[in-house]
Structures are given as structure tokens and as C-alpha cells.
């Protein structure tokens, strides 16, 4: 079993940054991060969940949606099992529930269509 807690988010205003974590753990001496593909997911209220970013294994091939491209980033931290979405110049459309979600994943550049481990999700709001 893989939980995932989001921390991070919080009320902000237009042009501010926000750092979203993503803390992974499971099975004790078995779960190990490097070996799952991580995506971040948000849902606006009213909207449909849309994928954020994404970031593969081993190596960490990040792939962003267009519209957050160039002002989000997201990494990984295999030894300490956490994953983050740093988010820069943060717009009110930006507003959301932003999730962390985690695939067993091979070592492969590109990132999985759907994913299997999903957090209870952390409220962002951009307004001025």
C-alpha cells in the first residue's frame, strides 16, 4: 500500500510562488520512490482533473502542460521519497486541488497515461 501526503499549498497572490511536496512511503523496507513515475494533477472546482507535470525514472524526464510551462518545475528526491512542484509567478487561474500521484514505472523517458497512487490532494488559491 503507497500513501502520499501533499503539503505546501496555501493562499497566495498573483506573481507570488509556492513549493507543493509530495511525501511517499509504503510496505517498510520495500518501498523505495526511484522505482515509480510521478505526476502532479490539479482540479480546479467545476473543471475536469488536468495533469500538471510529470517527472519518469530513473533519470527524471520532466514533461509540463503548456500552460504551466516555463514557471513550474518539478523534481524528485529518491533518498528522502519525496517529490515537489516548485511553482513560480502563480496566476488565479493557477487556483485548484492539486494532487500528487505515483505509477510503477520502468526506466523510460516518457510518463504513464494513468496512475495508480493518488494523494487526498492540497488546496492552492492565487487572489489578489
Known amino acids: 500500500q503507497v500513501h502520499i501526503v501533499e503539503s505546501g499549498g496555501g493562499l497566495v497572490q498573483p506573481g507570488e510562488s509556492l513549493r507543493l511536496s509530495c511525501a511517499a512511503s509504503?510496505?517498510?523496507?520495500?518501498?523505495?520512490?526511484?522505482?515509480?513515475?510521478i505526476a502532479w494533477f490539479r482540479q480546479a472546482p467545476g473543471k475536469e482533473r488536468e495533469e500538471v507535470s510529470c517527472?519518469?525514472?530513473?533519470?527524471?524526464?520532466?514533461h509540463y502542460a503548456d500552460f504551466v510551462k516555463g514557471r513550474f518545475t518539478i523534481s524528485r528526491d529518491n533518498g528522502a521519497n519525496r517529490a515537489y512542484l516548485q511553482m513560480t509567478d502563480l496566476k488565479p487561474e493557477d487556483t485548484a486541488v492539486y494532487y500528487c500521484?505515483?505509477?510503477?514505472?520502468?526506466?523510460?523517458?516518457?510518463?504513464?497515461?494513468?496512475?495508480?497512487?493518488w494523494g487526498q490532494g492540497i488546496q492552492v488559491t492565487v487572489a489578489a
Open positions: 500521484a505515483l505509477q510503477i514505472w520502468g526506466p523510460r523517458a516518457d510518463c504513464p497515461i494513468t496512475y495508480a497512487h
Open positions: 509504503g510496505a517498510p523496507n520495500r518501498f523505495r520512490l526511484e522505482y515509480y513515475a
Open positions: 517527472i519518469s525514472r530513473p533519470v527524471g524526464t520532466t
